[in-house]
């Protein structure tokens, strides 16, 4: 199984930008869809953004225009570029690996990286 490390987050201002990375130990390309979920305090982990093997993204409602996923595979590394933050935005960001289309997400959760939208 692929491990995923996840880095980048920290604290930051509203408005501000952050650049999320997450490091697998194998080559992604195998997976139908590279993900970045989130679960804020007192709150269900929820699917911020993916990427699939052809480059398709899809974005939850709450992020569109303000984060951006993208991959590359010859370094086995997806990121999640976030502007326009906002306090909402706090939580523990986590990505995973979805084999298949039709496959649920794999759970296979990392340490998770925290960003705090604060003032």
């Known amino acids: 199984q692929v491990q995923l490390v996840e880095s980048g987050g920290g604290l930051v201002q509203p408005g501000g930008s952050l650049r999320l990375s997450c490091a697998a130990s194998g080559s992604i390309s195998s997976f139908y869809a590279m993900g970045w979920h989130r679960q804020g305090p007192g709150k269900q982990r929820e699917v911020v953004a993916y990427i699939t093997r052809s480059g398709s993204r899809n974005y939850a409602d709450s992020v569109k225009g303000r984060f951006t996923i993208s991959r590359d595979n010859a370094k086995n590394t997806v990121y999640l570029q976030m502007n326009s933050l906002k306090p909402e935005d706090t939580a523990v960001y986590y990505c995973?690996?979805?084999?298949?289309?039709?496959?649920?997400?794999?759970?296979?959760w990392g340490q998770g990286t925290q960003v705090t939208v604060t003032s």
């Open positions: 995973d690996t979805q084999p298949g289309r039709l496959s649920e997400w794999d759970n296979n």
